[in-house]
């Protein structure tokens, strides 16, 4: 594989979306060509699939949840990311494999083994070369989302999302030369600079440019 892939995680609220558009501007300004991608929701087929999952009135039954997420990824991988990465190219995905986990997994109490064999068959063992974790406190997370506009998952109680950020903290404990833990609480600056100064390990023009 040429490319460098990089997944982007974290609980609700964490601002990591906003944080990659505006790194993707830096690239972009410093002519780094780079392709950006989400889970779920990244291809033509995954669009339905997202709106399923973030805004569906139906009851979704867990594991009914989990194998949409997975489908939703074995179809960017094939679509988007791996084509990509073969062509050489920096992949970003916003959430991957350990949105699973965190969320499936540790969220909703799904059996962890499963989850991990179904990971492996949609992204085909597809690891990431870096994960960045953008941690917030549950609380303060969900308390920067817009009062209108919760989708499904948001909507949970706390105690859920409590769960997920216990998970996501658990899996960077345990894979520590993948994940990099970022603190999403801080300024947007400071994140944009933690974030740049991560990445800088793998794209070192990002050391040399780095600075909000
Ligand atoms: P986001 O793209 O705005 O982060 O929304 C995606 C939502 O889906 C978010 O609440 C996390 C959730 N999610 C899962 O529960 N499992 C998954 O595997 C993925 C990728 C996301």
């Known amino acids: 594989m040429k490319g460098l892939f990089i997944t982007l995680e974290g609980p609700e609220g964490a ?5 990659l558009k505006l790194l993707s501007k830096h690239l972009t300004d410093i002519g780094i060509e780079h392709v950006i991608t989400r889970d779920p929701g990244g291809t033509p087929l995954g669009k339905p699939i997202r709106r399923i999952l973030l805004n569906s009135e139906e009851s979704i039954s867990p594991l009914t949840e989990l194998l ?11 679509e988007v990311i791996l084509p990509n990465l073969e062509a050489g190219r920096i ?35 597809l690891k990431p070369d870096m994960t960045i ?3 917030i406190e549950s609380s303060a997370g969900l308390a920067r989302l817009h009062p209108s506009g919760h989708d499904r998952l948001e909507k949970e109680a706390l105690e859920f999302h409590q769960k997920v950020r216990a998970g996501y903290l658990e899996l960077a404990k345990n894979e520590p ?11 947007m600056s400071s994140v944009q600079d933690q974030f740049r100064q991560f990445l800088s390990e793998l794209i070192p023009a990002l050391k040399i440019q780095s600075a909000c």
């Open 15 to 19: 601002g990591k979306s906003t944080q």
């Open 68 to 78: 949409l997420y997975e489908a939703d990824r074995a179809q960017n991988v094939f």
């Open 91 to 125: 992949v970003f995905c916003d959430r991957y494999i350990d949105s699973t986990i965190a969320y499936q997994g540790y969220g909703r109490n799904l059996d962890l083994d499963l989850i991990q064999m179904l990971n492996d068959t949609a992204t085909n063992k």
């Open 133 to 135: 974790l953008f941690d």
């Open 177 to 187: 030369e993948r994940f990099r833990i970022l603190d999403a609480s801080a300024a």
